[in-house]
């Protein structure tokens, strides 16, 4: 499956952006999807992730109240809703597959596919 992440881009703190994961090749129907973040010097991290049907969520505590992931399996889309910006959510996000998994993991390594990554810049 090929990942292709949008929405990134340059906003103030406490505006709002939405990020995008357009998948293609095969279909994420029974995939966990979930958003990572890279911001430099740092670690990849895991913001928040998807279940395979939609149904449940998990979030980063850092971004639990502020961000909302869903997912739509028709158009094979997952979208990242982030509000409340703060400059330390600035980072290059990705979005990933974690293939015919019943729980969301946290864990980068149990991912097996990945987007490219867009970048999300938030000025103080």
């Known amino acids: 499956v090929q990942l292709q992440a949008s929405g990134g881009g340059l906003v103030q703190a406490g505006g709002s952006l939405r990020l995008s994961c357009a998948a293609s090749?095969?279909?994420?129907?029974?995939?966990?999807v979930a958003w990572f973040r890279q911001a430099p010097g740092k670690e990849r991290e895991f913001v928040a992730g998807?279940?395979?049907?939609?149904?449940?969520?998990s979030y980063a505590d850092s971004v639990k109240g502020r961000f909302t992931i869903s997912k739509n399996n028709a158009q094979n889309t997952v979208h990242l809703q982030m509000n409340s910006l703060k400059p330390e959510d600035t980072a290059v996000y990705y979005c990933?597959?974690?293939?015919?998994?019943?729980?969301?993991?946290?864990?980068?390594?149990?991912?097996?596919?990945w987007g490219q990554g867009t970048l999300v810049t938030v000025s103080s």
């Open positions: 990933a597959v974690d293939r015919l998994r019943a729980g969301i993991s946290e864990d980068v390594n149990e991912y097996d596919y």
């Open positions: 090749g095969r279909t994420i129907t029974s995939d966990v």
């Open positions: 998807i279940s395979w049907n939609g149904r449940s969520a």
